[in-house]
């Protein structure tokens, strides 16, 4: 099996070592299992939502004793995450961490009112809308463990040197695209918080 090496790739992958922890932060945060959840329900919750659902049951199947083949499988599902926007869950784990309706609706460019109504169910969300979304949550998921949630909020409306004196939130506007430049610096502002670099 061809294992993914693209951790870090635009800033937003994993923290250099990646453990089981680690693993299950970004799936918690993608709101496929709540918190403390083990890394097998964590396996399993990505199977039946359909989310890597091969690779997750090759990791289930194997034995414990094969660490090696777990710890690959591991890793290349968690890098495949970073492709698999999950709206359905992403929007209510999102919004209990900033637990401010109308931050999160300056982040991704829309209303307040959208953001109730996504988070309902009421509205479909555009395959735009829900890539945004997903950059949130794995931009939050690097934070979490540096910052509480109150930091975690102040973070993106903080100005910072190495984006020319704005803060995230000044460069979230509009239909942003995760893979514009401007918006892969704050990713990669969020990935120096994760590995414990002083960022400015």
């Not at 990646?18 to 990505?46: I, K």
């Amino acid at each position: 099996m061809e294992v993914i090496h693209s951790r870090s790739r635009q800033g937003k992958g994993a923290c250099d070592s990646l453990d089981e922890a680690r693993f299950r932060a970004r799936v918690v945060r993608m709101g496929v299992v709540p918190p403390h959840a083990s890394t097998a329900a964590a396996m399993e919750a990505l199977r039946r939502q359909g989310i890597c659902s091969n690779a997750a049951q090759q990791w289930l199947s194997q034995e414990p004793s094969d660490e090696s083949t777990r710890q690959h499988l591991l890793a290349e599902i968690y890098d495949r995450l970073e492709d698999c926007p999950s709206p359905a869950t992403e929007w209510q784990a999102v919004r209990d961490v900033l637990n401010d309706d109308e931050l999160l609706a300056a982040l991704l460019g829309l209303s307040a009112v959208s953001i109730r109504r996504y988070c309902k169910g009421e509205r479909q969300c555009s395959d735009a809308v829900a890539a945004r979304l997903h950059w949130l949550a794995l931009v939050i998921d690097q934070l979490e463990g540096t910052y509480n949630a109150h930091g975690i909020r102040r973070w993106f409306q903080r100005p910072r040197s190495s984006l020319d004196g704005q803060a995230p939130r000044d460069r979230l506007k509009g239909d942003w695209d995760p893979d514009d430049a401007a918006i892969r610096a704050i990713a990669s502002l969020a990935h120096s918080a994760c590995i414990g670099m002083v960022a400015s």
